[in-house]
């Protein structure tokens, strides 16, 4: 459950604010350190990355991905909904998340 999701349950009068958010860090703790395994086994000295010249234009390439993926609503909807099948966020917030994404394409991001 969203820490969103937690908090209108508190203020509806469904669950104490305390116990809430420590079940809410509780489960981001269990996926945190989950994602910061994953993310290890993506990454070490050894990669190209972090070679001088290769490193940069690689920077740059991953740059310019992110950019285009931030341009594009259907690569970001796509990202999104990668990472949060990763959290295992509940069915009940795709509304919410496709609102989000919806306000974030008429305004612009922040």
Same mark, same amino acid.
């Given at each position: 459950?969203?820490?969103?999701?937690?908090?209108?349950?508190?203020?509806?009068?469904?669950?104490?604010?305390?116990?809430?958010?420590?079940?809410?860090?509780?489960?981001?703790?269990?996926?945190?350190?989950?994602?910061?395994?994953?993310?290890?086994? #993506?990454?070490?000295?050894?990669?190209?990355?972090?070679?001088?010249?290769?490193?940069?234009?690689?920077?740059?390439?991953?740059?310019?991905?992110?950019?285009?993926?931030?341009?594009?609503?259907?690569?970001?909807?796509?990202?999104?909904?990668?990472?949060?099948?990763?959290?295992?966020?509940?069915?009940?917030?795709?509304?919410?998340?496709? #609102?989000?994404?919806?306000?974030?394409?008429?305004?612009?991001?922040?």
């Amino acid at each position: 459950m969203t820490l969103c999701r937690r908090l209108i349950d508190v203020r509806d009068g469904k669950l104490e604010l305390i116990p809430a958010l420590h079940a809410y860090e509780e489960e981001m703790l269990g996926y945190s350190s989950k994602a910061v395994i994953e993310s290890r086994k #993506q990454m070490d000295s050894n990669d190209l990355i972090h070679l001088p010249v290769i490193g940069r234009v690689l920077l740059a390439a991953i740059r310019t991905s992110m950019r285009l993926v931030n341009r594009v609503p259907m690569l970001k909807r796509n990202m999104l909904d990668s990472a949060t099948k990763l959290r295992k966020i509940e069915e009940d917030d795709a509304a919410l998340r496709n #609102q989000k994404l919806r306000y974030t394409a008429a305004c612009g991001p922040g």
